[in-house]
């Protein structure tokens, strides 16, 4: 029983940190280097609390290198703000990764659309 309660635990501070951490990608990071639209999808906390990978889907974006390492060189920035914005005995240790998700569904839907035959073929 005390296993699932750490369980809600860590899905509700991984959704927080998620939540905040958009939010200050999105709102107060203004950094040349990061362009394009960047979603934060996943967020995986360590049972300790003492590091966060991030994980981004960045879309619209010039150079996917130059953005996680602007994200990257941020990290302490956006540390601190959500220091100030949730509240945790230990703000974690951000660390940054590209989620190719989104791309690898993309490039399959439309792999799907070629060999699909089209409705109107069928009449």
């Known amino acids: 029983m005390p296993q699932k309660k750490t369980t809600n635990r860590m899905d509700r501070v991984n959704e927080t940190l998620k939540k905040e951490i958009s939010v200050v990608i999105d709102q107060t990071l203004k950094n040349p280097n990061i362009t394009g639209i960047i979603s934060v999808t996943k967020v995986k906390t360590s049972p300790d609390l003492r590091v966060a990978r991030v994980y981004i ?67």
Not at 69 to 87: D, M, P, Q, W
């Open 57 to 123: 889907s960045l879309i619209n974006c010039k150079s996917k290198k130059n953005t996680l390492e602007g994200l990257k060189n941020a990290t302490g920035y956006i540390r601190s703000e959500i220091a100030k914005r949730v509240n945790l005995r230990y703000t974690p240790e951000l660390i940054f990764e590209i989620d190719e998700s989104m791309e690898y569904g993309s490039r399959i839907e439309n792999i799907l659309k070629e060999i699909m035959p089209k409705k109107e073929d069928r009449s």
